[in-house]
Each structure stands twice: as C-alpha cells, then as structure tokens.
C-alpha cells in the first residue's frame, strides 16, 4: 500500500472516529434533560402522588451542568477529529493531526487505534514527502 493510499484512509478513518465521539457525546443530552426537568418541575407527576418529593434544586442543576459538559466536549472532540482527517486528506496542518492524534490516545478504544496510527504514519519519512515537508531527491 502506498504512502498516498494509507493517509487518505486515515483521513477516512478520522472522519469515522470524529463521528462516533459525536455520537457517544450525545447521550450527555439525557443528563442535560433530566436536569432540566428536576429543575423546572417536570416531574410534576411524581410531586401529585408523593407531595414533598422533588429532588432538591441543586441535583437537577448539577445533573444539567455534568450533561451540556459532556455533550460540548464529545461534540468538540468529533468535530475536531473530523478536522483533522480533512486537513490530512488535504495534505496541511500536519502538527494539528499529530496533536489530535495524541488527544484521541486517551480516548480507549477507538481513539486509541485511531491515534496510535495517526502517530505512527505522520512520522515517517514517506509522509514528510507527501506533505512537501522534504524535497523529493532528499
């Protein structure tokens, strides 16, 4: 497989993994709902049968705060990754898919993979080649 090949299917494998922290990000909506409805009574049903028996303020808060963090930071780190795939795809901004591939090592165990890999290809000569970073005769 040629040095060409295998940066175009990182950038599609970038696009992949961007994707599945999105997705995965978004179960913090049903944190942020929660709260949202323990804060603005919407467990009004509840409250009829059990008078008394709202959760206190303060949980519904947190439960609110700890999901719209975790959307914003699964969202930020797809859309980032995604990012990163399109700048490899265009052959730029090298150091940015190398810092991203670092990020997403953390994330276990798709990013991992994905940032394992990210490290290993950007690093070789080959792609200093593909990116212009060397001339060719060198």
Request: aromatic share 14%.
């Amino acid at each position: 497989m040629t040095p060409k090949e295998q940066l175009n299917l990182l950038a599609i494998f970038h696009y992949v993994v961007g994707g599945l922290h999105a997705l995965f990000g978004s179960f913090g909506l049903i944190h942020f709902t929660i709260g949202l409805c323990m804060l603005f009574g919407g467990f009004g049903s509840m409250s009829q049968t059990h008078p008394g028996s709202e959760p206190p303020a303060f949980i519904g808060l947190f439960f609110a705060i700890f999901g719209a963090v975790f959307v914003l930071f699964g969202w930020t780190l797809g859309a980032l990754t995604i990012l990163s795939g399109r700048k490899i795809a265009q052959r730029r901004a090298r150091k940015f898919s190398v810092v991203m591939g670092a990020i997403n090592c953390a994330m276990f165990p798709f990013g991992t993979t994905l940032g394992v890999f990210t490290l290993i290809l950007l690093n070789r000569r080959e792609a200093d080649l593909e990116y212009g970073a060397l001339p060719a005769s060198a």
